[in-house]
DNA sequence: GTTATTTGACCAGT
DNA sequence: ACTGGTCAAATAAC
């Protein structure tokens, strides 16, 4: 690890911070289950707190224990969000008079973390905003802005790895302003409180062959508990992939690209498999009452490169009178395989 | 008509 | 000069 005491311990409390959510999420499974539908946001909130949870934990490793337990640097709204103002060229086209279009992310408020299929990403709505070929690089990097709330700085770029196609290669730029906004508001676009700047943005839902919006294959908990999401995925990525394999609960913090590309592949998989790593392959009892699977993870350190693999996992034990549900979930570091 | 995505051009850091 | 990041017009989808 390339920080020290200081650092490494406040990168404990985060991710503790995260094994908390993933105990909430236990108990509102087991609230909402017979609700599942509206339960779905909130659960979607809880994912983003462990997920933020989790990138801040890896800030604060980046930092080191010199920095002691400062949290992330929010860039400068002004920087991204004002973007001066337009002119028109000979051609009549806008050409804009800002200045400062290309960013620095030397401040390290960045974080790659990679995603493999059937891993969860974050549970925020992203809006493409460009796609970028890469010298040197056999797919094009996608690039996303943060739609859940207008003025929200975060970004994140997705790019499929050249070594390993089956992984996404995400990188975190800039803080979320946006998490006031109650996220089940978020997840669930019939509700009346949502503002309409929420309501303008989860209308990629509209866009949706209606067998997905709804999917009928999404009934009991375990299903929700094991559906995967791709956060990035476009078009181009899902040709890329011979054998999706992932279930998909559909949800605002999705994009239109990222919602259709996985009706396609959802089409074309027979069973849903949450089996991103062979060597780790989850214990599945199909039709017992208790199960548990597992997510994998990484966080890969824009500093020094370091990968850092975690695993979520998820387990259920059901009494024989099926009446309380025990969810369970962990966070769980791998020890030994830093590299 | 509205909204999201695509894509070529622009801009700035290196 | 090259390259990556962003903008915004054009286009697609609904």
Known sequence: MAGGGGGTTAAEKLIVDAQKS?????????????????????VEAILSHMSESLSQALASLQRGASTGDRRLPVPP??????????????????????????????????HRIILQHG????????????????????????YFKCGQRAGCPARKQVQQSDADPSRLEITYIGAHTCHELPSPSCATPAAN???????????SHRRLPAAVAVPSTMQTLEDHVLASDMTAWTPSMEQEISSPSWLFIPSPACSQSELLSVAEAEAEAEVPELQPDASTAPVEHKKARDWERFVHIQLQSDLDGKIIPFRVKFCQRQDDDAVDKDLRSELIQEAGDVR
Request: glycine share 12%.
């Open 22 to 42: 993933t105990n909430q999420l236990k108990d509102l499974l087991a609230k909402l289950l017979p609700r599942a539908e509206e339960g779905g946001g909130a």
């Open 77 to 110: 709204e002004a920087s991204l969000s004002s973007h001066g103002q337009s002119v028109q060229n000979s051609g009549g086209r806008l050409v804009s008079t800002r200045s400062g279009q290309r960013r620095s992310r030397a401040d390290g408020s960045s």
């Open 119 to 142: 891993a969860r990403g974050d549970s925020y709505l992203w809006r493409k905003y460009g796609q970028k070929d890469i010298l040197g690089a056999r797919f094009a990097r996608s």
């Open 193 to 203: 409180s949502i503002d309409d700047d929420t309501r303008r943005n989860t209308t």
